[in-house]
């Protein structure tokens, strides 16, 4: 059985993640900064697409919580672009790098996890519940990640913010990037709950059951 997953973001009022340069940019008040600490608490794992470690360079950590309790750190990263330097591989919590098999560069992680051809997220769910025991995956990027997830139909639970900001671009990142439709008539999401947190509002869906 595959893990829940739970997809979670901020956005502008104008639905950008990022500025053009992708770069991040403030979005969450200091409210939703604190509702995704606690999130964060709750699930087994935080995955991100490597787009989101080379613009971003993130912890996916919880501060008050040490390597053996806070959540596995997961990354995409096909084609080995992680440096060795970055953040989500320091001894804050365990990391496992997703990447080819045709990937040469080698981490200092907890585990690397190979695949051939290209990446199926729903064997890649399958095998890190049955390899290391994940239950739940949060989700946090970047754009086209999420797209793929979307695309992919392994979207349990839908949350965004969206913050009082406007950043514009035509070729700023959204929350759902990538070529295009997630599916050829979209995906349609049953609205399950709204709250304002500080200058914005947390929208939270769920993927409408066919």
């Not at 919580?65 to 096909?78: A, G, K, S």
């Not at 695949?115 to 990027?141: H, K, R």
């Not at 999420?146 to 070729?171: C, K, M, N, Q, S």
């Amino acid at each position: 059985m595959r893990p829940f997953v739970h997809v979670n973001c901020a956005m502008s009022a104008d639905g950008k993640i990022a500025g053009i340069e992708r770069k991040q940019v403030r979005i969450s008040s200091d409210e939703d900064k604190n509702r995704v600490k606690e999130l964060r608490k709750k699930y087994d794992a935080i995955l991100v697409g490597v787009g989101t470690v080379l613009a971003d360079d993130p912890h996916l950590t919880v501060k008050e919580l040490d390597y053996d309790t806070n959540p596995i750190r997961i990354v995409i990263d096909p084609h080995g672009r992680t440096p060795d330097n970055a953040l989500v591989l320091d001894e804050k919590a365990p990391t496992v790098m997703i990447t080819s098999s045709d990937c040469e560069k080698e981490w200092d992680c907890e585990e690397t996890i190979h695949f051939e051809g290209e990446l199926c997220l729903s064997e890649m769910l399958e095998t890190l519940a049955e390899e290391i025991g994940i239950e739940s995956i949060l989700v946090e990027g970047g754009g086209e990640t999420i797209a793929h997830f979307f695309r992919e139909g392994l979207v349990d639970r839908y949350t965004v913010f969206v913050g009082g900001l406007i950043i514009g671009g035509r070729a700023a990142p959204t929350p759902a990037g990538g070529d295009g439709w997630a599916a050829e008539n979209g995906i349609k999401l049953v609205l399950k709950d709204s709250m304002v947190m500080g200058n914005g509002v947390v929208l939270t869906f769920e993927p409408e059951k066919r």
